[in-house]
């Protein structure tokens, strides 16, 4: 049973740092594809960034390029995201998403961030940003 246990989360102040963490158990953790999704309350879920761990071919949405980092351990299947620099808007609960299958369909433009095509998602950790 695949599962997925996001940790990291919590209330920073405006330009502050946090990272969260992915931990990824019940499959092959090798070459998947895997993401960081956000949703804020009244919002609709949105990416963040994703990753395809067989080459660490990485994609960030717009607004988190240059301040956010998505990258893995593979020793302990562990997957993070490095937040720095955090904003107000940047206040959401995140998301781990996995794709257990060894398929590269996240390495396509038109893929790289498709959200239905993760079939195993966490629990969520809330992110906090006050000004």
């Known amino acids: 049973q695949v599962r997925l246990v996001e940790s990291g989360g919590g209330s920073v102040q405006s330009g502050g740092s946090l990272r969260l963490s992915c931990a990824a158990s019940g499959y092959t953790y090798s070459s998947n594809c895997m993401g960081w999704f956000r949703q804020a309350p009244g919002k609709e879920r949105e990416a963040v960034a994703t990753?395809?761990?067989?080459?660490?071919?990485?994609y960030y949405a717009d607004s988190v390029k240059g301040r956010f980092t998505i990258f893995q351990d593979n020793p302990k299947t562990t997957l993070y995201l490095q937040m720095n620099s955090l904003r107000p808007e940047d206040t959401a609960m995140y998301y781990c998403?996995?794709?257990?299958?060894?398929?590269?369909?996240?390495?396509?433009?038109?893929?790289?961030?498709?959200?239905?095509?993760?079939?195993?998602w966490g629990q969520g950790t809330q992110v906090t940003a006050s000004s």
């Open positions: 998403a996995a794709d257990s299958s060894r398929s590269r369909w996240c390495l396509s433009p038109s893929d790289h961030f498709s959200a239905d095509r993760f079939g195993h």
């Open positions: 990753i395809f761990t067989g080459g660490g071919y990485t």
